[in-house]
């Protein structure tokens, strides 16, 4: 399995960026795809996860209505998209798999996850 995000970068607070994360090694869609992010000093927290058998992709509170999260399973790509950036939502920003089909609950912890991208900086300027 491999992941590698990109999209990251240097932006202005209110601005958009769209993270993508390219994956492959795997039969995409048969696995649930995480989003996480994690700031300097801080734990790494879950952002959304896209899963087959889901409904819907969660997405995590602090950032809903800012932040969407979708498939094209064409290009084997899950992408993030986020809007009206503030510079709380500076930090690394990681794309997991966990082995199954389904979101864990509430997206779930980092050690709910089994292969990892490299991550991408996200950082916002006031």
């Known amino acids: 399995v491999q992941l590698v995000e990109s999209g990251g970068g240097l932006v202005q607070t209110g601005a958009s960026l769209q993270l993508s994360c390219a994956a492959s090694?795997?039969?995409?869609?048969?696995?649930?795809i995480g989003w996480f992010r994690q700031a300097p000093g801080q734990e790494r927290e879950g952002i959304s996860c896209?899963?087959?058998?889901?409904?819907?992709?969660f997405v995590r509170s602090s950032v809903k209505g800012r932040f969407t999260v979708f498939s094209d399973n064409m290009k084997q790509t899950t992408y993030l998209q986020m809007d009206s950036l503030k510079p709380e939502d500076t930090a690394v920003y990681f794309c997991?798999?966990?082995?199954?089909?389904?979101?864990?609950?509430?997206?779930?912890?980092?050690?709910?996850?089994?292969?990892w991208g490299q991550g991408t900086q996200v950082t916002v300027q006031v």
């Open positions: 997991a798999v966990a082995k199954r089909r389904t979101c864990p609950p509430f997206i779930g912890g980092p050690q709910q996850y089994d292969f």
């Open positions: 896209i899963g087959r058998n889901d409904g819907s992709p």
């Open positions: 090694g795997f039969t995409f869609g048969d696995y649930a």
